[in-house]
């Protein structure tokens, strides 16, 4: 009964429309791969595969960071740290199936271990060879991070700027303490070189398809949650805290429960999208702690439109076809094309000329499109529908002027 | 040391005795003391700076006094309590600046001031989900905002603000309304109508009004405080304070 009426304020005709785009990936793709042939117009090559799963990720880790940005007003700048948690978690069940096929064919130990001279299995990887295990502290790490932090942080009443700051300082530290050989997490390389995850290959084509579908599933009931979650009252009073937090305070609510529950189940959220990211891309090591990392996911949820959910998605992944675009040398060809000189036009144009795009990107969204693409389209659509409207009909013009 | 039997704690429905608090050596309240029986309206008066806001405030929870006794329904000592809890217990306030939940539409707004559970789970799965229309409708219907129940609080215009924020306060369903400047801002037609408003809460709940509006004072035809630097100056009929000398010196005005 109450999942149905959630389900029936949830679903919106935006979020229905997403949902089939996505029930419609899932169903595609895997034939677009794997059985039109590679000659045909209609086939997807494996590497676009792999790029598409990767951009899944990242929107839902745009979605998670919309969930406490967009509706509750909490800036979270170090969200990465909880999908690059989520991501260590998945890597150590990743490493623990290598077994004897590391360099070192130790059948225990992971590569990094024995070239550290280690004896045995620190106590904190016991259990990781375990799927169901491993599962479980995906989703427990991160949200008892989570919820550690937030415990504190909301309950000492930090808000705005100072919250944004600490949680960047969060992400920051566990940048360098994950950079330690003596953590026990590979250091500086990470977790890498993995064969096998639930006995599939994790290189083959089938694997990276189930991958991606695995992915875009998660998507679709990550979107669907929220959307059920932001129209409950629950919602409405996760944005009265982010527009009038004290007169929230005065009515009864207790501000701090609500923002700590919706930052744990974001960082969940966040944890289950990295540990999907990680067997896609096949690494993860401390740069995904990196502050810049959580500022791009927030420039996703900028670019898209925050407080709508679908933005955050859209965001993120024109956001990253952008930078897949820019860092391959697209622009550095077009100059090159233009007639500047290969020399000049591969240092302007280059691999780094992405930073700057993001800079400009987030200044032109900022300056012109405070609402991002999602949020300006609505607007205009909603404009037309008022003019299409006689005048008559309008609630407000009815009212005498005050 | 408080007599928690004395008649005049355990019948009233707030009682202050000398309150002080102290802002960086400056005392914003001086042994402040004021009670509130019942079905009582007050108004409280006074020059800026005079404590009627850092009253508010340590009624509301939001400042803790640095010494005296706040108790509510001569039994619930506030102090030891914060804002939310002190919101379950009946006490409603209304800031000075109109603070409404913009983005929500009139008929939201009310429901989330519904009195009823309010915690997250209630709020994802529970009652406050299925909370019925006419209730909403039953409040919207006092305070004349009917027709505007389904606009976006922040196109309402001051005065609708403001009233929207009473009727917030309504839906709570508090013991006592504190209400901050209900009427700054408005036109006189818009301040006639809030006093009517106000008198008609004050058939069910106890009320105190905060107001520089002296006409609207008068409309209200209660009980009077004056506050000077934070403690009572005079209390008793309009006529009476506005004839102290003492009042036509620090605030009146001669």
């Given at each position: 009964m109450i999942v149905k009426k959630l389900l029936e304020d949830g679903l919106d005709r935006r979020t229905t429309i997403a949902l089939s785009a996505i029930a419609l990936a899932i169903l595609l793709v895997p034939i677009l791969n794997l059985v039109v042939p590679p000659g045909s117009l209609l086939h997807v090559p494996d590497d676009k595969v792999a790029l598409f799963g990767?951009?899944?990720?990242?929107?839902?880790l745009a979605l998670s960071l919309d969930l406490v940005w967009g509706y509750c007003g909490i800036l979270s700048l170090g969200h990465g740290a909880f999908f690059a948690l989520g991501g260590y978690a998945m890597g150590m069940y990743l490493m623990r199936q290598i077994g004897t096929r590391g360099?070192?064919?130790h059948p225990v130990l992971p590569d990094f271990m024995v070239f550290l001279n280690w004896k045995e299995l620190p106590w904190y990887w016991w259990g990781f060879s375990s799927f169901p295990f491993a599962l479980f502290m995906i989703v427990l790490i991160p949200g008892l991070l989570a919820f550690l932090f937030g415990w504190l942080a909301f309950r000492s009443r930090v808000t705005g700027v100072y919250l944004s700051i600490i949680t960047q300082a969060l992400t920051y530290a566990l940048l360098l303490a994950f950079f330690r050989n003596d953590m026990g997490f590979g250091g500086n390389n990470g977790l890498t070189d993995f064969k096998d995850i639930l006995g599939l290959p994790v290189q083959s084509k089938t694997t990276r398809v189930i991958l991606l579908c695995a992915s875009l599933a998660l998507l679709g009931l990550s979107l669907l949650a929220?959307?059920?979650?932001?129209?409950?009252?629950?919602?409405?009073?996760?944005?009265?805290?982010?527009?009038?937090?004290?007169?929230?305070?005065?009515?009864?609510?207790?501000?701090?429960?609500?923002?700590?529950?919706?930052?744990?189940?974001s960082a969940v959220m966040a944890g289950l999208a990295g540990a999907l990211y990680v067997p896609q891309v096949g690494i993860i090591n401390p740069s995904e702690f990196s502050p810049a990392n959580s500022i791009e996911a927030v420039i996703w949820v900028a670019v898209g439109g925050r407080g709508t959910l679908i933005g955050a998605v859209v965001g993120a992944?024109?956001?990253n076809w952008l930078k897949t675009q820019l860092t391959s040398g697209v622009l550095a060809s077009i100059a090159i094309y233009l007639a500047v000189p290969p020399a000049i036009a591969n240092k302007a144009f280059g691999a780094e000329a992405w930073l700057f795009a993001l800079g400009a990107l987030?200044?032109?969204?900022?300056?012109?499109?405070?609402?991002?693409?999602?949020?300006?389209?609505?607007?205009?659509?909603?404009?037309?529908?008022?003019?299409e409207r006689p005048p008559e009909t309008a609630p407000a013009a009815s009212q005498p002027a005050e | 040391?408080?007599?928690?039997?004395?008649?005049?704690?355990?019948?009233?429905?707030?009682?202050?005795?000398?309150?002080?608090?102290?802002?960086?050596?400056?005392?914003?309240?001086?042994?402040?003391?004021?009670?509130?029986?019942?079905?009582?309206?007050?108004?409280?008066?006074?020059?800026?700076?005079?404590g009627k806001t850092t009253m508010m405030d340590v009624i509301t929870g939001k400042s803790r006094p640095d010494s005296g006794t706040a108790m509510f329904d001569g039994r619930i000592d506030l102090t030891e309590l914060d804002e939310a809890e002190i919101a379950e217990l009946g006490i409603g306030r209304k800031f000075q600046k109109p603070t409404v939940f913009e983005s929500h539409t009139v008929a939201d707004n009310i429901l989330l001031a519904l009195k009823g559970p309010r915690d997250p789970i209630a709020a994802i799965f529970g009652s406050r989900n299925q909370i019925a229309g006419e209730r909403i409708d039953a409040v919207l219907e006092t305070v004349k905002l009917t027709e505007h129940r389904n606009r976006?609080?922040?196109a309402l215009s001051h005065g609708q603000k403001q009233w929207l924020e009473i009727g917030m306060l309504l839906a709570q369903d508090p013991k006592l309304l504190l209400v901050d400047e209900p009427v700054a801002g408005m036109t006189d037609a818009e301040t006639a109508i809030t006093a009517d408003l106000l008198r008609e809460i004050n058939k069910t709940h106890s009320v105190v009004v905060v107001e520089h509006d002296m006409t609207f004072v008068r409309a209200l035809g209660v009980k009077v405080t004056c506050l000077h630097e934070g403690s009572v100056l005079a209390e008793g009929h309009l006529d009476d304070v506005s004839a102290d000398p003492r009042v036509i010196e620090v605030y009146l005005g001669r």
């Open positions: 990767k951009y899944v990720c990242y929107a839902v360099v070192y064919a929220a959307r059920m979650l932001v129209a409950s009252t629950f919602g409405k009073v996760l944005v009265s805290i982010r527009d009038a937090e004290s007169r929230t305070r005065f009515l009864g609510y207790r501000v701090e429960s609500y923002k700590l529950a919706v930052f744990v189940l992944f024109v956001v987030f200044i032109i969204v900022t300056l012109l499109l405070p609402k991002g693409i999602v949020g300006t389209i609505s607007d205009l659509l909603e404009r037309r529908k008022a003019t | 040391m408080l007599d928690m039997a004395s008649p005049q704690l355990t019948r009233s429905v707030l009682y202050l005795d000398g309150i002080t608090v102290t802002f960086d050596g400056f005392r914003a309240l001086n042994e402040l003391s004021l009670v509130i029986e019942p079905g009582e309206m007050r108004a409280i008066i006074g020059p800026n700076g005079a976006s609080a922040g």
